[in-house]
Nanobody, 123 residues
């Protein structure tokens, strides 16, 4: 079963930054659209950002626009989510997922998922 691996989560103070990474050793991500999602306790999983295989198209949920930046390094088979000016409301488990085709923020359209990494924003 294919799976992605997230890393880079942790505890950070409000206003701080983290960079999440998403990779796999099982297959090439080069042609896949990769999305980032998050789920806070008691809430539904929310689409945060996505990027197409070429990197030419990206998308962000309104609440992170201007603070988060998605990118990819296909030579390293890795997708990144740079998160700046973090807020307590960003606290959640962050997941990456892969699909073919359009860059959309609907979790049910993604086929391959990681186990998630915890991001906690607190003073």
């Amino acid at each position: 079963q294919y799976q992605l691996v997230e890393s880079g989560g942790g505890l950070v103070q409000p206003g701080g930054s983290l960079r999440l990474s998403c990779t796999t050793s099982q297959f090439s991500l080069h042609d896949d659209t990769v999305g980032w999602f998050r789920q806070a306790p008691g809430k539904e999983r929310e689409g945060v950002s996505c990027i197409t295989g070429s990197g030419s198209t990206t998308n962000y949920v309104h609440s992170v626009r201007g603070r988060f930046r998605v990118s990819r390094d296909n030579a390293k088979n890795t997708v990144y989510l740079q998160m700046n000016t973090l807020e307590p409301e960003d606290t959640a488990v962050y997941y990456c997922a892969a699909k073919m085709g359009l860059c959309v923020l609907r979790p049910d359209e993604y086929d391959i998922w990681g186990q998630g990494t915890q991001v906690t924003v607190s003073a």
